[in-house]
């Protein structure tokens, strides 16, 4: 029996054990990654996951790797080009631990706004063998100049576009109600610098220069004690307000010089604007009108611009909801807000909308309506007929804010198609996103109607002004975007809004620079607090750049 356990006991140790050897027999081995080197620049970062920007007066550029660097493999291996071919007789490679320095010899420099390229191949290896896992091209773009450069020698290729300043006539700065009193100077000293510079050919305004629309509504628009009985004479008080004189002789200036070419958009502000007029004001100006109270102007083939109220269902010309009349809801609105603004001083338009994607005319008209008499604690008889109108767009007899709301109300929504269609809007939109527009910044807006692969004609640079929102943005976003939205900003009190003022756009277009790239600058104009000066200048600061390849 003694035996009998035994032999059982080692036939049960027999057979784990090959258990165990085959199971180790079929173990897998282990598999290891293999390790590769990694490589950026130390002072940039990668821009939409593309290219890294740098400033075209750098001396060096800086590689920074994940792994020490074998010094004897880097010849042969780093090369820097661009679209001329090498140029590494022009550098020097110094080797530091992880980085490696691209040293530019006395007498190189690289072009603004243009595009390099560092090609590193799978020769150059670590101390311990490591390589990267391909032949690695690293794009660089550099910046543009800067645009008051003192001496410059570059020929004019630079396109300035500047929009919503809202000039007001002598009233609206004795009332306190004109958008335009605290950046007087800054835009004169703008204009005077493009006068004395040498890289502007084109300044282009793309609209609300002049503020018809920014009148209190208990004021008459026209007041022929003022000298002013219609839009013409409007539009000239603003010229001829003394805070605007030096301002428009600049303008004047620029337009009749033959070296600068002045171009002007209408905007929803001045939509009553005709070119006979503006030429009254500015001879030699170039007028981009379209239909009446729009334009857009296209200064190359791949280039759009125009102010953006086109597709703004508040602030589109509106000849169909009130036959004989075009001036649209935002008109009223705008009146509304100045009256608080004159009574109540300025105040941050934080939120300011004239609708929201849930709301129609109705309801959005209402909203705005309401936020304004919150806003500023006004007492508005909505029934009364208290908006004096006194002969603007052909209207005699005051309006009650009800009234107004009626007018539009009975057919505008309905219209809308016609509209858009009067409008020449390239892509018909919904009602309810034309209300948005009227709140946002238009970048999908411009990507919808210029940029997107079904619009009518596609354009890799779309320029707006209108929502007093400077930005910039690529379409779509990521490293295959096609195009750049860009918007102006404005020119109005800091006070009136919560985003950046004394905004303006520089487009070095390829064509016009050779360069392979389309480049798109917004700045800020600024005092130079940093100069010491007890009477600082203003300087252009640039908030951010974009640019896109003319081979795309």
């Not at 490589?39 to 920074?64: G, H, I, T």
């Not at 005699?396 to 009234?403: K, R, V």
């Not at 750049?484 to 009190?493: Q, R």
């Not at 480049?519 to 607090?529: E, G, P, T």
Request: contains cysteine; aromatic residues 10%; charged residues 15%.
């Amino acid at each position: 029996m003694k035996k009998n356990r035994i032999f059982i006991l080692l036939s049960v140790i027999a057979i784990i054990s090959q258990v165990i050897l085959l199971q180790s027999c079929k173990k897998e081995e282990v598999r290891y990654e293999p390790v590769y080197m990694t490589v950026s620049l130390q002072k940039s970062f990668l821009q939409n996951e593309l290219y890294y920007p740098l400033n075209y007066l750098e001396k060096s550029v800086e590689l920074d790797f994940s792994h020490p660097i074998d010094s004897s493999t880097m010849k042969g291996n780093i090369s820097f080009s661009d679209r001329n071919g090498p140029l590494d007789p022009a550098c020097k490679l110094i080797y530091s631990g992880r980085k490696i320095i691209i040293a530019f010899i006395p007498g190189f420099q690289m072009l603004d706004g243009w595009k390099y390229k560092i090609t590193i191949k799978k020769g150059l290896r670590s101390t311990s063998g490591v390589t990267l896992p391909s032949e690695t091209v690293i794009e660089l773009r550099t910046s543009s100049k800067h645009l008051f450069l003192v001496n410059d020698t570059t020929s004019r290729n630079a396109i300035l576009c500047l929009s919503d300043i809202h000039m007001g006539d002598q009233r609206s700065a004795a009332n306190g109600y004109c958008w335009f009193t605290r950046n007087i100077a800054a835009l004169d000293s703008l204009l005077a610098g493009v006068l004395a510079g040498s890289q502007v050919r084109q300044v282009v305004i793309l609209g609300d220069l002049f503020d018809e629309w920014v009148v209190p509504y208990r004021f008459t628009p026209f007041d022929p004690q003022a000298g002013i009985s219609n839009s013409r004479d409007y539009f000239m008080a603003i010229a001829n307000a003394p805070a605007n004189i030096s301002i428009i002789n600049k303008l004047k200036t620029i337009a009749s010089g033959g070296i600068i070419q002045l171009v002007y958009i209408p905007g929803n502000h001045d939509m009553l604007l005709t070119n006979d007029i503006l030429q009254e004001i500015i001879p030699g100006i170039i007028w981009q009108g379209d239909s009446a109270g729009l334009g857009h102007y296209a200064p190359l083939d791949e280039i759009i611009m125009e102010h953006g109220h086109r597709f703004d269902f508040f602030n589109c010309p509106q000849p169909l909801s009130n036959p004989g009349h075009m001036l649209p809801p935002g008109y009223f609105i705008s009146r509304l807000d100045a009256q608080g603004v004159m009574e109540q001083g300025d105040h941050p338009l934080k939120g300011m909308n004239s609708g929201t994607g849930q709301l129609e005319f109705l309801t959005a008209w209402t909203a705005a309506v309401e936020y304004l008499k919150i806003k500023y604690s006004l007492a508005v008889a909505a029934d009364s007929s208290n908006i004096r109108m006194d002969g603007i767009d052909n209207y005699s007899a005051p309006f009650s804010y009800n009234g107004v709301r009626d007018i539009f109300a009975e057919n505008i929504e309905n219209a809308w198609t016609e509209t858009e269609t009067r409008n020449a809007v390239p892509v018909a939109m919904p009602v309810l996103m034309s209300i948005i527009n009227g709140s946002n910044d238009l970048f999908l807006t411009a990507s919808y109607e210029y940029m997107q692969p079904t619009a009518p004609k596609r354009y890799k640079i779309v320029v707006f002004g209108h929502t007093h929102n400077p930005t910039l943005k690529v379409y779509p976003p990521g490293n295959q975007y096609t195009g750049i939205y860009a918007n102006t900003g404005s020119w109005v009190n800091a006070e009136l809004t919560s985003k950046p003022v004394r905004t303006f756009l520089v487009i070095r277009p390829a064509a016009w620079t050779g360069s392979d790239l389309d480049v798109v600058s917004l700045y800020q104009y600024n005092l130079d607090s940093g100069s010491g000066n007890q009477n600082p200048g203003f300087v252009p600061v640039l908030l951010s750049q974009e640019s896109i390849s003319n081979d795309e």
